[in-house]
């Protein structure tokens, strides 16, 4: 079993480089599925999730060749039947974007039921709904959903909430559908404009990406292309908390700063100083972490992957803040694993109550999903003593080379390996 070992107390300093997005990478690697040529993806992100997505075109018969580490090149006509239903596919949630594209290029998918995070209840109703407005039809059997149409044709679409990962399927189906498609009540996300620009660059007609309407002008066919990915808000929000619970001073590069600045709204809220650069941001602390309220909303409101990120540095904030999670049901499982190490959070429903301690404790625990680990991170950078953090696997499903990057910025972190009670460095 791998852990991730950190002593907790040592500032950051330095500079950290951000990877390309893996909200983004998940989606277009799907895409290239609609394309009749061979796509090159640079600035992708070497994380778990990336990389199982492309065994997943690998296995649907697509050539896959990983040019470097951030770069790969996919040919995806050798791929000839609309079927995806290896147990990969179950493991994370973004597989359900193999639908649209799939019922994109065939008419027809076969996609075995996603799996990823478990942190409340993500039906696929508002997908199907946009599906069926484009005139197809779904089945759900031996958890495999199929969804197939004589032809695909243009439709308004409306979404009853708005949800990222119906507006991107709807998306990927609606690039070659016959006619024009208009999705309203879109989500906003940049990585759905990054999909957007991807799919324009192989010769689709899509607008108004990063508005609350989309229109889509399907076309024919689309070429190959050359990609690259915009940088990962998460990752960057991520290292911005962790250098503020430390007391530290980071340079965040390769960066959109656009597309943090709800996060830096936060954090400037409770006393750290953000300085704002064309490509990079820098965090400084020096002074008391104040509280504040902070409410997850779709873009451009706080993001819901940055809340248990802010949650851990709320912990140990000044005062009592609040944090109301408006987009999912059950985020916050990992208040648990903070109240080991000393938090004292409070959850109702939706709502926690945090009142900030002076200091956290190095302690056992879990990352109970992705940006929960990231938030445990965050916790024991800033705890006295020795934290040791489990189920690792949810943290490298996002964050490329982590234990790495916290450690040329100063962390006493290291990875390691535990068999029988018995702790060896990996």
């Known amino acids: 079993m791998e852990k991730i070992v950190i002593n907790g107390g040592n500032k950051l300093h330095g500079t950290v480089q951000i990877s390309g997005a893996k909200n983004a990478a998940v989606a277009i690697i799907?895409?290239?599925?609609?394309?009749?040529?061979?796509?090159?993806?640079d600035n992708i992100p070497n994380i778990r999730d990336v990389n199982l997505m492309a065994t997943i075109l690998h296995q649907m018969g697509a050539k896959v060749n990983r040019i470097n580490k951030s770069s790969?090149?996919?040919?995806?006509?050798?791929?000839?039947?609309?079927?995806?239903?290896?147990?990969?596919?179950?493991?994370?949630?973004?597989s359900s974007y193999l639908m649209g594209a799939l019922l994109g290029k065939f008419s027809?998918?076969?996609?075995?039921?996603?799996?990823g995070c478990d942190f409340g209840v993500r039906p696929l109703d508002q997908h199907l709904k946009g599906f069926g407005i484009l005139g197809a039809e779904h089945s759900v059997s031996g958890g495999v959903i199929t969804v197939?149409?004589?032809?695909?044709?243009?439709?308004?679409?409306?979404?009853?909430?708005?949800?990222?990962?119906?507006?991107?399927?709807?998306?990927?189906a609606a690039a070659r559908a016959e006619g024009k498609t208009v999705i309203e009540n879109?989500?906003?996300?940049?990585?759905?404009?990054d999909l957007a620009n991807f799919l324009n660059s192989m010769g689709a007609e899509i607008r108004g990406a990063g508005t609350d309407v989309i229109k889509i002008n399907g076309v024919k066919r689309l070429s190959g292309t050359v990609y690259s990915i915009i940088p990962d808000q998460i990752e960057a929000g991520t290292y911005m908390v962790a250098a503020a619970a430390t007391g530290g001073d980071v340079i965040v590069q390769n960066v959109i700063t656009k597309h943090l600045e709800s996060i830096t709204a936060k954090l400037r809220e409770m006393g750290v100083q953000v300085d704002e650069y064309e490509d990079s941001v820098r965090i400084r602390r020096?002074?008391?972490?104040?509280?504040?309220?902070?409410?997850?909303?779709p873009h451009p409101g706080f993001p819901t992957d940055m809340q248990p990120q802010i949650a851990a540095l709320l912990s140990?904030?000044?005062?009592?803040?609040?944090?109301?999670?408006?987009?999912w049901d059950n985020r916050f499982r990992y208040v648990d694993e903070l109240k080991?190490?000393?938090a004292a959070i409070s959850v109702d429903g939706k709502i926690a109550v945090i009142e900030g301690v002076e200091e956290l404790n190095g302690a056992p625990v879990k990352a109970t999903d992705l940006r929960a680990g990231a938030a445990m991170i965050i916790a024991a950078l800033s705890a006295r003593g020795t934290t040791q953090i489990e189920d690792i696997q949810h943290i490298e499903r996002g964050y490329e080379e982590v234990v790495e990057k916290f450690a040329a910025l100063g962390a006493d972190i290291r990875r390691v390996y535990s068999n029988d009670s018995v702790i060896h460095s990996a």
């Open 72 to 94: 790969l090149e996919i040919d995806p006509t050798y791929i000839r039947e609309p079927v995806a239903t290896c147990d990969l596919v179950r493991h994370m949630r973004a």
């Open 148 to 172: 197939e149409a004589e032809k695909l044709v243009g439709g308004h679409v409306y979404l009853d909430v708005v949800s990222v990962g119906a507006t991107i399927n709807i998306m990927l």
């Open 286 to 297: 020096t002074g008391t972490l104040r509280r504040c309220n902070v409410k997850t909303q």
């Open 30 to 41: 799907p895409g290239v599925i609609l394309s009749d040529g061979i796509c090159r993806i």
């Open 108 to 115: 027809r998918a076969e996609v075995a039921l996603p799996g």
């Open 340 to 342: 080991r190490m000393g």
């Open 316 to 327: 140990i904030a000044s005062g009592t803040s609040i944090v109301n999670e408006a987009v």
């Open 186 to 193: 879109a989500a906003k996300e940049p990585h759905i404009v």
